[in-house]
């Protein structure tokens, strides 16, 4: 009984061994993973506001450039909703 008690001692030491050997790498490169994601976030969001204030800031006189967007719900259906955004676009570059 003495010698099955020592076997299974051993068994578990040498389970917990593998076991930690495994963890601690995870654990750490979980950890630098981690840290690599929030600096890459805090870098697209510092870079996003830089971009946002460069495209919104004023211009030499002043004013802040005027930006248009065009929408039509139906514009990939073929049913002419390209033609009407062209026209609208055309119209717009006239004025």
């Known amino acids: 009984k003495a010698g099955q008690t020592g076997f ?5 030491l040498a389970c917990f061994r593998l076991l930690c050997s495994l963890l601690i790498p995870a654990l750490f490169l979980s950890g630098v993973l981690c840290v690599c994601l929030v600096v890459l976030l ?3 969001r510092l870079w996003i506001q830089q971009r946002k204030k460069q495209l919104t800031s004023a211009g030499k006189d002043g004013k802040r450039p005027l930006l248009v967007a065009f929408f039509h719900p139906y514009c990939n259906a073929g049913g002419g909703g390209e033609r009407v ?3 609208a676009i055309r119209t717009l570059q006239k004025k």
């Open 8 to 12: 299974y001692i051993l068994k578990f």
């Open 42 to 44: 805090w870098g697209v």
């Open 85 to 87: 955004l062209w026209c």
